[in-house]
């Protein structure tokens, strides 16, 4: 019999005191064990029926519903992932709820998916004490029925919730009905900038506790010179003891005959686990009836005075927030893909984890405490939509929400306390703030006086122990390092500045790596070298968030907010990652590798110091390797002897002979490498690396005088360069058009935002870099001839160039001559007065048609292997490189500024890997160097696509060769661009020689 909608309504929890701990679910929370307890996985594929509201009867969770017209889909999963659209679509939003602000309450169109499956029970689990279900992660409010009755409910996405049904199974066949509904009470605590994915997403057991058994174990360790400490805490029935503790490696065997002897033990001998060294113990705690296996870290964690220390020592986190995503799973875990993950991070020098903003998959845990991170771990919380009402009804504050907080990181620390790995807790995220914090603050630190506390939404340092900040600007941290607690703090009175600016200071998300970015990574490191209080931070953030989807045309790509015709969405915001969606680095991670490197060399006359900065491991690891080259072709290597290096030491070394070369640039470089494979690289692996110049000083030769210019025009050939009317129109029998002035880039996301994060003068608050460069026109420039002159084997072009509807213009000559050595251009490019903003890049670009023999690739001689701007050029190194046009440019998820080579000595543009022109970059008067960018589309037909596969057929390959380019900085959600690194429009010179094979 269908029940009334209203009936059904109010049993979704539009109650605020129905979110916790959920109706049913076992109390207290416990941690994710790993035991030799019989359990079966319910994973698989379950029937599966969705309805757009939740007022369908509930006669699906009757034992003989007849469920053979529903479909079936893969638990766990996120139905919106399922059926191609069939079952609804993803939303993204950044801040705004998908839904009207009106908590509790959430719209009755509010998707509600029923789940049924069969499982089978064996006959000796009626011998079990207490038969468990347990749900890993269900989003957003569930409710569940075993064998037609209805168990209990629970909310809180992405925490476990388990459930006795000891009452209602019985050996042989049992039917399990779950109705998750998408949106209900819940989900304003879980407003994430991320995907609503709603569905079962994580796994589903079912576990047969034994009596006599185990029910919770918590082994505190410490470590302290050597020795090592554990404190366990045992959850089991009197009945259950004798329970024993085993350290096989230490040869520990403690045997509890009550609860009152469960006691500390020091452990001598212990070796201390760190993010570098994670050396771990294995361990068992166990009774007559069950066995529970866990790995132990030893670690000290603590906080004196204004330094976070592990071990004693000062830690440094080059972190990383870290969403689970997946362009096909969206947060379904794999291990396998997150163990790849993890190795991934190691490689890129990364050491620390935020989980932002939930708890991840417990076995992520494992593997963090087995490769060794640093891990925030955060709960599950965010109420970041309630900002825009001016945090009016914030759940945070409201003392009727109390309970749910209390629960969800109750829920949080219970199930992940014996990780080593963790070493802060994190109450949530942009939740505003209020007394509901401060209970769950004091909650912690009554659980655990081992851990700090940290959420960056408590300004006035209240009720948390780190001085948490996002995104801060570099002369702020600088102040906040420098001078400490004299200084004050916006919304703090004096007394809570000095409070905060006394405690260590942590940057819980900077360097927002939205697209082609983020600039500055190098200057954020140096504070932290300069200020012992400054411990690092994490860059925001890990991976974009794509969703793989396809085209009309069916060519696939990864999709962002409103892709899926959402109603409200944040564009393409989700996607800010270091790690594209389908894995691959981009440059800015490989600048944070360059960065965040373990090493830091000097080079002096007669040697090289080497520093090692890691936290506790030394150098006995690293095998150091140097070679020499000559204008980028290895002469010479070999490897440098150094002595081991402890955490914090250093030697210098003396230089193995350089074989210096009169007529090319001699370059120096040392690679510490692993000496042997680990759990995450191979022997070998580039851990840090630095280059040195060892090239002689040498002139830059004079460019080759002109005065005797007479009017010219029609059709003129100088080597192999032919002109009609001053214009060039074959370049070694190939057809060109070109050059003509670049002002213009496609914008970069940090380009595009209108964030009030300035610092440059000619930056305006609130208004992006690109509204500008439009409304000037630099993306629409046109060109008046104004004279064209010739003399003996040269030819002169004076243009000046502007836009429609704008004064201020830029006057270009260019210069062709042939000598000896070849034909020389030589560009001089001035601008007006009168313009108002920064530059995106001063260029020149050539277009090379398709013909029989098209440009498909470039060898260079410059700064390499990956694109570089100003502000983000630690990655780079000089060398020679080859790429084809394709490899030359990043697949962004939104089309951008990609692919700029900084420091051109020499290009060679390649048709079928054959060289088919030569290009020398001549360094200005100032030695500054050109760069380079060789694509497919213009920046004009790139910042037209909103997509990859909307960026237009292409006939010609585009070289421009750049005398300057604006930095990236990462204004998308941070600071501007520095002003050592804006492009102000200013006079350059670019001057080429080209040649061509013979």
């Not at 929890?13 to 030799?36: E, F, I, K, N, Y």
């Not at 042997?676 to 005088?705: I, K, M, N």
Request: hydrophobic share 35%.
């Amino acid at each position: 019999m269908r029940k009334s909608r209203d009936l059904l309504s109010s049993r979704l929890p539009t109650h605020v005191s129905d979110l916790a701990p959920g109706r049913g679910a076992l109390r207290p929370a416990r941690s994710w064990l790993h035991s030799d307890a019989p359990s079966r996985s319910l994973d698989g594929p379950w029937r599966f029926r969705l309805s757009p509201t939740a007022s369908e009867a509930e006669d699906f969770a009757a034992e003989g519903f007849d469920d053979r017209g529903w479909d079936s889909v893969p638990v766990p999963s996120h139905w919106v992932l399922q059926g191609d659209g069939a079952y609804g679509r993803p939303v993204y939003t950044n801040i705004r709820y998908p839904f009207p602000l009106d908590p509790p309450h959430v719209p009755d169109e509010n998707p509600t998916g029923d789940y049924r499956r069969h499982f089978g029970l064996p006959a000796d689990w009626s011998d079990a004490e207490c038969v468990v279900l347990r749900f890993d992660g269900v989003e957003s409010f569930f409710r569940v029925w075993v064998n037609g009755t209805e168990i209990g409910s629970a909310s809180g996405s992405r925490l476990a919730h388990e459930f006795d049904v000891t009452s209602v199974v019985r050996p042989g066949d049992n039917v399990v009905a779950v109705r998750v509904h998408q949106w209900s009470a819940g989900s304003y605590l879980e407003d994430q900038d991320q995907w609503w994915l709603p569905g079962i997403f994580r796994d589903v057991t079912v576990i047969a506790r034994p009596a006599g058994g185990i029910e919770d174990v918590w082994l505190r360790t410490g470590f302290d010179d050597g020795q090592g400490r554990v404190d366990p805490e045992v959850t089991a029935e009197p009945a259950a003891f004798p329970v024993t503790l085993r350290i096989p490696e230490l040869g520990v065997e403690r045997v509890w005959a009550t609860p009152a002897d469960v006691a500390p033990l020091d452990v001598a001998g212990v070796e201390p686990w760190s993010a570098e060294r994670p050396r771990l113990y294995d361990a068992t705690v166990s009774t007559a009836a069950e066995t529970v296996s866990l790995r132990l870290g030893f670690r000290t964690v603590e906080i004196s005075g204004d330094r976070f220390l592990v071990n004693g020592r000062r830690v440094v986190f080059h972190g990383m927030n870290r969403h689970e995503a997946h362009p096909e799973r969206g947060r379904v875990f794999d291990e396998e893909h997150a163990r790849a993950d993890l190795a991934r991070m190691k490689r890129f020098n990364v050491n620390a984890i935020r989980t932002s903003h939930y708890p991840p998959h417990p076995r992520l845990l494992d593997l963090a405490d087995e490769l060794g991170f640093w891990v925030v771990l955060e709960c599950d919380l965010e109420t970041h939509g309630f900002e825009d009402a001016g945090w009016a009804g914030n759940p945070c504050d409201d003392p009727a929400w109390r309970e749910a907080l209390l629960d969800r990181i109750r829920r949080t620390v219970e199930r992940d306390k014996n990780h080593p790995s963790v070493v802060i807790w994190s109450l949530g995220n942009e939740a505003g703030t209020g007394g509901n914090l401060a209970a769950m603050s004091a909650w912690v630190h009554a659980r655990d006086t081992g851990r700090p506390v940290h959420y960056e939404g408590d300004h006035t340092g209240e009720y948390t122990d780190v001085y948490s900040r996002m995104y801060a600007s570099v002369p702020e941290i600088e102040q906040i390092g420098a001078e400490g607690a004299r200084s004050a703090l916006a919304h703090c009175t004096p007394a809570q500045s000095a409070r905060q600016r006394a405690k260590p200071f942590l940057l819980c998300e900077y360097a927002h790596a939205m697209g082609n970015g983020p600039g500055g990574l190098d200057e954020y490191e140096a504070l932290v070298h300069a200020y012992p209080r400054v411990h690092g931070g994490f860059v925001w953030e890990w991976r974009d968030h794509g969703i793989l989807a396809g085209a009309p045309d069916g060519t696939p790509y990864y999709a962002y907010g409103g892709d899926f015709g959402e109603v409200v969405h944040d564009g393409n915001f989700v996607m800010d990652g270091m790690l594209l969606s389908d894995d691959v680095p981009t440059p800015g991670l490989h600048e944070f590798k360059a960065v965040a490197q373990p090493l830091r060399f000097g080079f002096g006359d007669d040697g090289v110091t080497v520093t090692n900065l890691r936290h506790s491991a030394d150098t006995s690891d690293l095998r150091f390797r140097w070679r020499v080259e000559h204008d980028g072709t290895p002469v010479d290597g070999g490897d440098l002897e150094l002595p081991v290096l402890g955490p914090g030491g250093s030697a210098r070394v003396p230089l193995p002979p350089i074989r210096v070369s009169p007529d090319a640039e001699t370059w120096f470089t040392v690679d510490a490498v692993l000496a042997a494979g680990t759990a995450w690289a191979p022997e070998g692996h580039l851990v840090a690396t630095a280059q040195r110049d060892a090239s002689p000083p040498r002139a830059v030769p004079a460019a080759r005088p002109r005065t005797d210019w007479r009017p010219g025009g029609g059709t003129l050939t100088l080597g192999i360069a032919e002109f009609v009317d001053g214009s060039l129109v074959r370049l070694a029998g190939r057809a060109v058009t070109g050059p003509r002035l670049e002002l213009f880039r496609a914008p970069t996301d940090n380009d595009e935002s209108a964030s009030d994060r300035v610092e440059d003068s000619d930056a305006v608050a609130g208004v992006s870099h690109a509204d500008l460069w439009r409304r000037d026109g630099l993306d629409r420039l046109v060109t008046r001839r104004v004279r064209v002159e010739q003399a003996a084997r040269s030819l002169r072009t004076i243009d000046r160039v502007a836009a429609a509807g704008s004064a201020p213009s830029v006057t270009v000559e260019s210069v062709w001559s042939l000598g000896d050595d070849g034909l020389e251009l030589l560009v001089e490019i001035e601008p007006s007065r009168g313009w108002r903003t920064v530059w995106p890049r001063i260029g020149i670009r050539f277009g090379f048609p398709d013909g029989t023999a098209p440009v498909d690739g470039a060898e260079w001689f410059g700064l390499g292997p990956l694109e570089s701007y100003p502000d983000s050029l630690r990655a780079a190194r000089t060398g020679r490189f080859t790429a084809g046009v394709g490899d030359l440019s990043v697949g962004y998820a939104r089309p951008q500024e990609t692919g700029h080579r900084s420091g051109l000595r020499r290009l060679t543009l390649l048709s079928g890997g054959t060289g088919v022109l030569h290009v020398e970059a001549v360094p200005d008067r100032s030695g500054r160097r050109p760069g380079f960018t060789l694509s497919r589309h213009t920046p004009q037909q790139t910042a037209r696509a909103g997509h990859p596969f909307e960026l237009p057929d292409s006939t010609t390959s585009h070289l421009i060769i750049d005398a300057a380019q604006h930095g990236l900085g990462s204004r998308s959600c941070g600071p501007d661009v520095r002003p050592a690194f804006a492009l102000r429009p200013e006079a350059r010179t670019i001057r080429l020689r080209i040649t061509a094979d013979r």
